[in-house]
């Protein structure tokens, strides 16, 4: 009743009330993206939701209310804004835009042309194709750019272990329910509603303990939570500082000196039995286990050449007094960390059953590979692996894997110093690992900033080349994809999401003012929704400054994403036909798409007419620079 209210004192039209409603939300940009985001997540529960409808209205209301306090004191007001709205605007291109894109393009060509180059010559070199026997270790890593260069530094520790790239949800889409009855967590990607609920439990308790252990843990629970809301109320910048400020007295000086008091928790596993949760039923049955087991098997391109252990890491970020914790998580978890999703993985590739009918479908893993589950911590470069009861005879293989991790860690820990300005030396391994517990530090980590390409294709193409820190990896075999599947999933599910971040940090370094956060230092956490730059305003959606300079200068350079898919140019565009969304992403020029053909030896890239033509070096090798690395960017 309020938008017919306005629509019809403004006296709009149909047409130019879209635009006027549109333009309205642009105002409130972030409470609205909130109210959208809880929308979208109503929607895939298969329910309906008004929220941005609701606020649009209460927006619409403050003109309405402005118009009948002074529209008398500006007669013809409302004329002025029916013409404004029902003229088509004329496209403003002047010289100096037109001399800006050819710059952009101009810069994006010589920020690819170093990877380009690198993945051609490595085909034209002698270097082995793939491992000419089975691999002791294969480690799956989140195709996550952080995952790159620790990839490539285990692999130089150890060229027994092949690596390979895949979305950090492990293909299983999980409600994770808490054992102490808190919230459930999606853990998969925004895209995607949760297929199967999971309960946590303590490693090795049974239900009856289980039940014990949750009832125990609830009043606590309860108690934190009124704490919590206690300590976030409107009045707390008064009652709770006054009241608990002396007691966070020792806390404060423990953590400022980066003293550790904290009692190690019990470990939480989620559990794949069947159960009963809050009306549902939790767990995943044995028909699904094999189903989700084979589809993501082919997913990977992983149908064959098992190694004896396979690791399935997922990655977190740990950082102390961060509001953009989540945004450091796995992307493709909802922004939690990828452990249950590993965890069950793992429990289900191990399960004798779902393996006995894998071999019947064509997928036989040897009795001998065994799945392991591990973490990546983004921030200080340590991969954990999760314990897991494996045969004796993997034990020193298991060992000299975990060895290897840890060297490993220590080499990416070494490569990533310099962009934190931190100098080369004893101090480095301190100086990393005091960021993760500095609750005073605003950058713990760069995150995904200097991000500018999506590779799908198989690891060989790639191998031995430093990516710098900058490439989502995606493993993919076109010669196992018989019905192209896999390869449209990637182009609408992680190159999408790719986009998505890439985007994000684009929008945010080009304009941070209205597409990013601003300063870090300034923000005010409101109600556990998102932060305010200083008291009031609209809620900041996009990515701080912190996260995008170091000093003056930039991290992340505005470069629109660059896609490298192996496989034949008529199977990507059979997709980008029946997708039309990602094709107009593509003929827009917000996405660069390229072709790996012949193995590596050409490259070819799509036009925004739908043609393709061959990508030319277009410098010497003699004049090439190399692919800056992130690393190297503040040193």
């Given at each position: ?267 939480r596993v989620p559990s794949l039995a069947t159960a009963s949760h809050d009306g549902r039923t939790a767990g995943i ?153 500095d609750w005073s530090e605003v950058r713990p980590e760069w995150g995904l900033a200097g991000c500018m390409a999506f ?181």
């Amino acid at each position: 009743e309020l938008l017919l209210r306005v629509a019809t004192t403004f006296e709009l039209p149909r047409a130019a009330l879209d635009l006027y409603l549109k333009r309205l939300l642009a105002t409130i940009a972030g409470w609205a993206g909130h109210a959208r985001y809880r929308g979208w997540q109503q929607q895939l529960a298969g329910n309906s939701d008004e929220r941005v409808k609701h606020m649009l209205a209460v927006r619409a209301a403050w003109d309405l209310a402005l118009y009948e306090a002074f529209g008398a004191d500006y007669p013809g007001i409302a004329d002025v804004l029916r013409q404004t709205l029902m003229t088509p605007p004329e496209p403003c291109v002047s010289r100096s835009h037109i001399a800006s894109l050819i710059l952009q393009t101009a810069f994006e060509i010589a920020e690819r042309e170093p990877l380009l180059t690198a993945i051609t010559d490595l085909a034209a070199s002698d270097e082995p194709a793939r491992f000419d026997s089975r691999p002791d270790v294969q480690a799956v890593f989140c195709i996550d750019v952080r995952s790159e260069p620790f990839r490539r530094s285990l692999e130089d520790v150890d060229e027994r272990i092949e690596t390979m790239g895949f979305a950090g949800f492990f293909g299983f889409a999980l409600e994770v329910a808490p054992m102490d009855g808190d919230v459930s967590s999606a853990q998969c990607p925004v895209l995607l509603s949760p297929e199967f609920v999971v309960r946590e439990t303590a490693e090795g308790a049974s239900e009856n303990e289980h039940d014990k252990l949750a009832a125990k843990t609830r009043l606590g629970r309860r108690l934190s939570a009124a704490y919590r809301q206690f300590s976030a109320a409107a009045v707390a910048s008064f009652a709770f500082v006054e009241s608990m400020g002396l007691a966070y007295a020792f806390r404060l000086l423990a953590d400022g000196f980066g003293l550790k008091f904290r009692r190690k928790p019990k470990r939480r596993v989620p559990s794949l039995a069947t159960a009963s949760h809050d009306g549902r039923t939790a767990g995943i049955p044995l028909a699904d286990r094999i189903v989700t087991a084979e589809a993501v098997l082919k997913a990977m391109s992983m149908t064959d050449g098992f190694g004896k252990i396979v690791a399935l890491i997922g990655h977190g970020s740990s950082s102390a007094n961060n509001p953009y914790a989540s945004r450091l998580n796995c992307g493709a978890c909802g922004g939690h960390t990828g452990e249950a999703n590993a965890l069950v993985a793992a429990g289900v590739l191990n399960d004798a059953d779902v393996r006995r009918v894998l071999a019947l479908r064509g997928i036989k893993i040897p009795s001998d590979t065994w799945f392991v589950a591990g973490l990546h911590d983004t921030t200080t470069d340590d991969v954990r692996l999760l314990p897991v009861d494996l045969p004796e005879s993997h034990a020193a293989l298991m060992s000299s894997f975990e060895t290897s991790l840890v060297e490993a860690g220590r080499a990416s820990r070494a490569r990533r110093a310099p962009s934190f300005g931190i100098d080369a030396g004893a101090s480095v391994e301190r100086a990393i690992r005091r960021r993760s517990e500095d609750w005073s530090e605003v950058r713990p980590e760069w995150g995904l900033a200097g991000c500018m390409a999506f590779i799908a294709a198989p690891r060989e193409r790639t191998r031995g080349i430093d990516l710098g820190g900058r490439s989502f990896l995606h493993s993919y075999e076109f010669d196992q994809d018989s019905d192209r599947s896999v390869l449209e999933l990637i182009v609408t599910a992680p190159l999408m999401v790719a986009s998505w971040i890439s985007l994000q940090y684009y929008a945010s370094t080009v304009d941070n003012r209205v597409f990013g956060s601003g300063d870090k230092t300034l923000h005010n956490v409101v109600g556990g929704l998102g932060v305010l730059e200083g008291t009031s305003g609209d809620l900041r959606a996009g990515l701080p400054n912190q996260s995008l300079y170091f000093g003056d200068r930039l991290i992340h350079e505005p470069v629109r994403l660059h896609a490298l898919l192996e496989a034949p140019t008529d199977a990507i565009d059979a997709i980008l036909d029946k997708h039309p969304g990602v094709r107009e992403l593509v003929a827009n020029g917000w996405i660069h798409l390229f072709a790996i053909l012949d193995d590596g030896a050409r490259i070819a890239r799509r036009t925004s007419d739908g043609g393709w033509i061959d990508v030319q070096s277009a410098f010497p090798a003699a004049d090439r620079e190399g692919f800056e690395p992130l690393e190297q960017r503040s040193a």
